[in-house]
């Protein structure tokens, strides 16, 4: 388990529709993605995607693990533009940039 409970954490969640016609889409319409943030310092601790398969799931919160959401996700959406490179991107980020929104809707 992921070391934040000792910390002020959030749990945040989004979603987006995967394109029709991709590979991806035949198996599941959506993505979701849910984000666990150090409210103090507006960093992602833990995360966890809807794929069925895990090691898209465990990569993808590799590049997510230390990132901040307070910088309007401009390093985040750069990384994963540069090394998920699969169908279905876009739609990976737009539920991680649901989730930061969510966030920061309520952080407010």
Do not use: W
Not at 8 to 29: D, H, R
Not at 66 to 85: C, H, N, P, W, Y
Request: glycine share 8%; proline share 2%.
């Amino acid at each position: 388990m992921a070391d934040h409970l000792g910390k002020n954490t959030v749990l945040t969640a989004g979603f987006a529709q995967i394109p029709k016609g991709t590979t991806l889409y035949e198996v599941s319409t959506m993505v979701g993605c849910v984000l666990i943030i150090d409210a103090d310092h507006d960093v992602i601790c833990d995360a966890s995607f809807t794929f069925v398969m895990d090691k898209t799931s465990e990569f993808l919160v590799s590049l997510l693990l230390g990132k901040s959401v307070a910088d309007g996700m401009q390093e985040i959406t750069q990384v994963v533009q540069e090394r998920f490179l699969a169908p279905g991107q876009g739609a990976v980020l737009q539920a991680i940039r649901a989730a930061a929104l969510r966030y920061h809707e309520k952080k407010l």
